[in-house]
């Protein structure tokens, strides 16, 4: 793809062509072609801001993370010393699963982006939050993006599930609206904020969290939210929050039985949950396999989505 050009002040402004009002508020709405990260426009604060963030987190997540997205990270060579090139990580990531990174301005439309993840390729924000965003941005950014999700993408069974997510998402794109609405519950409650069982306690894959202060002590620390085993069809209808921390973690074994829960068709699965009512965020059912149910102290009564 060709390098675009940014001067002056265009420096650090990511192209955003539209701004839709959707149930989930005002969606800024970014070009959607590949862009060749911007490395050398970075300035001293954008690598500050990481390191701050990276130094952060790192501290923070170490017993709280899964080891394997720690062990990633490392083997990556991310460091906190600057924004890493997505070069250098390609190097080593191609080698390692046969995945990509490509520079993308902000999020993508769902098409776009599933079929990026269909062919290996995970989009990455090429810009980073400023320095009074540190705490919370509500769209995702290089760091959300870089330091959160890419990691896993070194595991071989975590990069399959990615994938077929990509795959998966074509489909139920094609399928209709709430097919999409119920992977979409899947791609939360997993990769954006999900739990596994390691042997010696929970930890965190989801990068919504590992990305996230807050949320990676609330998660394990909190008494309010609901902490329940995977369950696939049940996940599929259980409304979640985008404003708040989550009411209810889903909790994997490993990620094997990811891939394994994944590995059929939907087509059915959906035809048979549409027929269903949605869970509440917060809702435990009788045939929840409930590893710690949530106090639900400091809760919202409304507004999942
Ligand atoms: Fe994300």
């Keep these: 793809m060709p390098h675009r050009r940014r001067l002056g002040p265009m420096n650090s402004t990511p192209r955003r062509v539209e701004n839709l009002h959707t149930d ?11 862009v060749e990260q911007p490395w050398d426009d970075y ?15 790192r501290a923070l997540l170490v017993g ?5 997205f720690l062990q990633a990270q490392d083997a990556m ?10 070069a250098d990580i390609n190097r080593v990531l191609e080698r390692a699963t046969g995945w990509t990174l490509i520079g993308v301005e902000g999020l993508l439309p769902e098409l776009d982006f599933f079929d990026h993840l269909a062919r290996r390729r995970f989009p990455v924000t090429w810009w980073i939050r400023r320095p009074d965003q540190v705490d919370y941005i509500e769209e995702p950014d290089l760091f959300h993006d870089l330091f959160g999700h890419v990691p896993l993408l070194m595991n071989p069974l975590f990069a399959d599930y990615m994938q077929a997510y ?35 306690g ?20 909190s008494p309010a939210p609901n902490r329940i085993g995977f369950d696939l069809e049940r996940i599929m209808r259980t409304r979640y929050r985008i404003d708040t921390y989550q009411k209810t973690y889903f909790v994997i074994d490993s990620f094997a039985q990811l891939m ?24 435990v059912l009788p045939g929840d396999r409930v590893l710690q149910r949530g106090s639900g102290e400091g809760w919202a009564a409304d507004g999942d989505v």
Excluded: N
Aim: glycine fraction near 12%; hydrophobic fraction near 35%.
């Design 260 to 283: 394994d829960a994944t590995g059929p068709d939907f087509t059915p699965i959906y035809a048979r949950l549409a027929a269903q009512p949605a869970i509440a965020a917060g809702a």
């Design 24 to 34: 989930k508020g005002k969606v800024p709405v970014y070009a959607t072609g590949v």
């Design 77 to 86: 060579g991310m460091t906190p010393d600057r924004i890493p090139k997505f």
């Design 202 to 221: 929970l930890r965190i894959y989801g990068s919504g969290i590992v990305s996230s202060k807050g949320e990676s002590l609330y998660c394990l620390d």
């Design 166 to 200: 990509g795959r998966g998402g074509l489909k139920a794109h094609a399928i209709g609206p709430e097919a999409l609405q119920q992977l979409t519950r899947l791609y939360w409650y997993t990769v954006e904020f999900g739990l596994i069982r390691q042997h010696d």
């Design 43 to 57: 300035r001293p604060a954008d690598h500050g801001v990481w390191r701050q963030l990276y130094e952060r987190q």
């Design 64 to 68: 709280r993370a899964c080891d394997e």
